[in-house]
């Protein structure tokens, strides 16, 4: 081939090059660049739910009595307010930090360990707050959708959160309680797969609702983080710009069709 022809071949080549590039750069949103991955590992996810956690959910609501699942849910949730009372603080909620800290010492006391929830019934209501929120307050954007294996929809902040929540856990210590590492992993391990198990059976309803209703899951779970998120870290009061763009960024983001 000539040094003629191939010149005015690439005057061809190079500009659509060129735009095929650019096409490729405009369509990955920075709000979800990762999204084969992410699918990928949410299918991943849905395979071990249908085959281990539902069926271990369903076998758990199956034996366990409602008194018994009820007291289970409330000690789980006791722990849990050690970590809110913190992020509490952190966040210079000082008030909410104290009520949350005697909503524990209450139950932890007078409630048998957490099982019963006497805290409730003296109107000290129950907080949602963790290191994810923390850092959202402190200004640390959420970054990119991430769904993690087995853990679910994330980000890189909530990788951090995820991070600074197990700091803050005292199960993640059982090794100071047991001289033996094996009795303290049994017992970790062993809370850890009770605890996943009453979760997951108190949402067998919410999320069949949720994957009924969704054309695609994979957009209605991202749409959904993103929103409980912004909702969390702002205590419910999100700015109306921010409402504006997470719904257009969901438009930008959701297919027509299911995939």
């Known amino acids: 081939m000539s040094v003629k022809k191939t010149s005015g071949l690439l005057h061809i080549?190079?500009?659509?090059m060129l735009l095929s590039a650019c096409a490729t750069t405009q369509s990955v949103d920075p709000l979800d660049p990762w999204e084969d991955w992410n699918r990928d590992v949410q299918a991943f996810n849905d395979t071990v739910d249908d085959y281990v956690m539902k069926p271990v959910a369903r076998g758990y609501r199956w034996i366990t009595p409602d008194f018994v699942d009820t007291a289970v849910t409330n000690f789980f949730s006791n722990i849990g307010d050690i970590r809110v009372t913190i992020n509490d603080a952190l966040q210079g909620k000082i008030v909410q930090a104290v009520y949350d800290g005697t909503r524990f010492f209450l139950n932890t006391t007078l409630g048998l360990a957490g099982f019963v929830d006497?805290?409730?019934?003296?109107?000290l209501a129950k907080h949602r707050e963790d290191f994810d929120q923390t850092l959202g307050v402190w200004g640390v954007p959420t970054g990119p959708y991430l769904v993690l294996p087995l853990l679910g929809p994330s980000s890189p902040r909530g990788v951090l959160g995820i991070v600074g929540d197990a700091?803050?856990?005292?199960?993640?210590?059982t090794g100071i309680y047991f001289a033996s590492?094996?009795?303290?992993?049994?017992v970790s391990g062993g809370l850890g797969a009770v605890n996943a198990a009453d979760l997951r059976a108190d949402n067998l309803e919410t999320e069949k609702v949720a994957s009924e209703a969704a054309l695609d899951r994979y957009a209605f779970f991202r749409g959904a983080y993103f929103s409980q998120r912004n909702y969390l870290v702002h205590d419910g009061n999100v700015p109306h710009e921010d409402v504006l763009e997470l719904e257009e960024q969901d438009e930008k983001l959701s297919p027509v069709s299911p995939y």
């Open 118 to 123: 006497l805290a409730s019934n003296v109107d």
């Open 167 to 173: 700091a803050m856990n005292p199960i993640s210590y």
């Open 13 to 16: 080549l190079v500009p659509i």
């Open 181 to 186: 590492s094996t009795v303290s992993t049994a």
